[in-house]
C-alpha cells in the first residue's frame, strides 16, 4: 500500500496546491450523465461520448485500478470582479492566458509517479499513469470524494479558501494509496446562491448542469459553424472563452487577511515578442481584434505557439473577432463607422472562408440596423 498522505506531499512539492486520494470507483453520475449526453447538451464534442465506458469507471480505463490520486494547479487567484471591457480588445478566458497547462501538468505528474514509485518501492507491473483532462475520467467527480472542493451550481469544482481557479489532473494507481490524515469530504457550500446561473449571458447554466450548446465557452472554442444571432450580443467582448460564472461566485472573491496561496507562476498570463506581434495585450488578457481580422494560418500558429488556445482554428478565431467588435460598435465603445468598412470588407473578400464571410453578413445586418 502506498502511504497517501506522503503521495500528497509529493505532489505538493511538485508545486500542485491541492491533493487528496480517493478508491477508484465507478461514477455515481452515470445515469445524468447519459441523459445530458442524450439530450444533445455536449454539442459538437463528440469526444464527451467515446470511450464512455472508460470515463465512468477508472478500472476500465486502468484495469485493476484500486485509489485515484487528484491534484489540483492553480492557475489564477480569488479577484474582485470582473476585467474592465477595453476597446478593440476581445478578452480571453484566464485559463488561456498563459502557457499549454496539458504540456506541464502532464510532466509534472509523470516525474511525480517516478518518484512515487522510487519512494514506495514499486515494481514495474505497478501502474501510476498520469491524465490530465484531455484523457476518458470524471475528474470533478474524484476530487469532489478526494476532498478536494465540492462541484457548484455551474459544475466547476470550488474550493472553500482557494475558489476555483484551478486545472485537475491526477494519476490512476492499481496499488492502492492510503487516505492522507485529516483528508475529508467538503460539504456544499453553494446554499441558496444562484449568482451564477443569474450571471450567465446566455442562460446556459441549470443548478448543476450547463448546455453546452448555449454557453460561450463553448460557442467560441468548440462550435465551428455561423453562431446562432441569439447569442451574439451576448458574447459581449468574449473572444475565446468566458469567465463570467467564476468571476460572479462569492468564493472567487477577495478574503482579506487570508493567505489562500499564490497562482503557479508557469501558468501566468503571458505575453511574449511574438504575441505582442500578433495582438496580444501587455497583460496577456486579450487580443487586438483587428489584428485577429487581419491573421494569417501562419500568424495563428505563432499567436497560440504553446497556448492551449490552438484549439480554435484561424476561421473561428475571425468569426469570434468580428462579433465582438461588432458588438463594441453598438455599444458604442468603438467607432461605428470603422467598423461597418471593415466588416464590409471582409464578407465581400473572395480570399476569406465561408464561415467569416457568413458571420461579416450578419454583423453588417446588425450594425445598419
Not at 140 to 152: F, Q, T
Request: net charge negative; charged share 25%; with cysteine.
Amino acid at each position: 500500500m502506498i502511504d497517501g498522505t506522503r503521495l500528497c506531499e509529493l505532489a505538493r512539492e511538485r508545486g500542485f496546491a491541492l491533493a487528496g486520494v480517493t478508491p477508484a470507483a465507478p461514477s455515481a453520475h452515470e445515469e445524468s450523465l447519459r441523459e445530458w449526453l442524450a439530450a444533445g447538451k455536449h454539442g459538437e464534442m463528440g469526444w464527451l461520448e467515446e470511450h464512455l465506458e472508460q470515463r465512468v469507471d477508472p478500472a476500465v480505463m486502468v484495469p485493476g485500478a484500486k485509489s485515484v490520486l487528484l491534484v489540483g494547479d492553480l492557475y489564477a487567484t480569488r479577484n474582485d470582479g470582473a476585467d474592465e471591457q477595453r476597446a478593440g480588445v476581445g478578452r480571453i478566458a484566464r485559463y488561456a492566458r498563459g502557457a499549454d497547462y496539458h504540456k506541464s501538468m502532464r510532466k509534472r505528474l509523470i516525474g511525480l509517479a517516478d518518484a512515487a514509485r522510487e519512494a514506495f518501492g514499486l515494481g514495474e507491473g505497478d501502474v501510476l499513469r498520469a491524465f490530465v483532462d484531455t484523457a476518458p475520467v470524471l475528474e470533478r467527480e474524484h476530487a469532489a470524494r478526494a476532498g478536494l472542493g465540492w462541484v457548484g451550481k455551474h459544475t466547476l469544482l470550488i474550493h472553500p479558501a482557494k475558489g476555483s481557479w484551478f486545472f485537475l489532473g491526477g494519476l490512476i494507481s492499481t496499488v492502492e494509496v492510503s487516505v492522507p490524515a485529516g483528508q475529508e469530504a467538503v460539504a456544499d457550500h453553494c446554499g441558496t446562491c444562484t449568482r451564477c446561473i443569474e450571471a450567465c449571458p446566455t442562460d446556459a447554466i441549470t443548478p448543476h448542469s450547463v448546455d453546452a450548446t448555449k454557453c460561450i465557452s463553448y460557442l467560441t472554442i468548440e462550435h465551428r459553424a455561423l453562431i446562432e444571432e441569439e447569442f451574439l450580443s451576448a458574447i459581449m467582448d468574449w473572444v475565446y472563452g468566458c469567465d463570467i460564472c467564476q468571476e460572479v461566485c462569492p468564493h472567487n472573491s477577495v478574503r482579506g487577511g487570508r493567505d489562500v496561496g499564490g497562482a503557479n507562476p508557469a501558468l501566468e498570463p503571458r505575453c511574449t515578442d511574438v504575441d505582442a506581434e500578433h495582438g496580444r495585450t501587455p497583460d496577456g488578457a486579450g487580443f487586438d481584434l483587428l489584428k485577429v481580422l487581419g491573421w494569417s494560418e501562419d500568424d495563428r500558429r505563432e499567436a497560440f505557439q504553446s497556448s492551449a488556445m490552438k484549439r480554435a482554428k484561424l476561421d473561428m478565431m475571425k468569426r469570434n473577432a468580428l462579433i465582438v467588435l461588432t458588438n463594441q460598435a453598438i455599444d458604442g465603445v468603438v467607432d461605428r463607422e470603422m467598423v461597418r468598412r471593415r466588416v464590409e470588407g471582409i464578407a465581400g473578400d473572395a480570399s476569406e472562408g465561408e464561415l467569416v464571410r457568413g458571420t461579416a453578413e450578419v454583423c453588417l445586418d446588425r450594425l445598419r440596423a
